[in-house]
């Protein structure tokens, strides 16, 4: 049975979800409202994550997946121990809503900063998806400082 995830980091990048999920297909665009993206490490590199914040919204994909993807995905995501999953809710850009799986890094895990290929990355992802590269470009200026 398929099911909905939210995608808001390296994720968005379709080459790198062509190569991981073949069978994955984007449902639609979306915002998560009443979170911000962060990033956050275990120890090295930071990735991405999300958090609540008030007032706060992410730009996001939502991939329609099937099993094999969700177990690809996982481990990709270092499930359950590096992140774990949650379903959310997540406003279309069409303005209805639904509730798709995130995954969230573990509550272990400390600010940090990525690297220049990670955001690089995650840049495309916008870029290929029409998301506005200004909200992750502010972010990095306020980490990288």
Known sequence: MDKFYIAY?????????????????I???GMLINWKLTFRSMRGP?????????????PVIIWKIDKTSEKALDNY?????????????????????LTGMVYIMNRKAVPGIPTKKYISTIAQGY???????D??????????I
Request: proline letters at 4%; one cysteine or more; charged letters at 20%.
């Open 9 to 25: 980091g390296s994720n968005l990048n379709l080459e790198q979800m062509a190569l991981r999920c073949p069978t994955a297909t």
């Open 27 to 29: 449902y639609g665009i």
């Open 46 to 58: 930071a990735f991405a994550t999300i958090e609540p914040s008030t007032g706060s919204q992410i």
């Open 77 to 97: 995501e270092g499930f359950p121990l590096f992140y774990y999953k949650r379903d959310i809710k997540v406003k279309m850009d069409n303005g209805r809503h």
């Open 127 to 133: 870029l290929d998806n029409n998301l506005s590269i």
């Open 135 to 144: 909200y992750l470009m502010n972010l990095i200026k306020t980490i990288m």
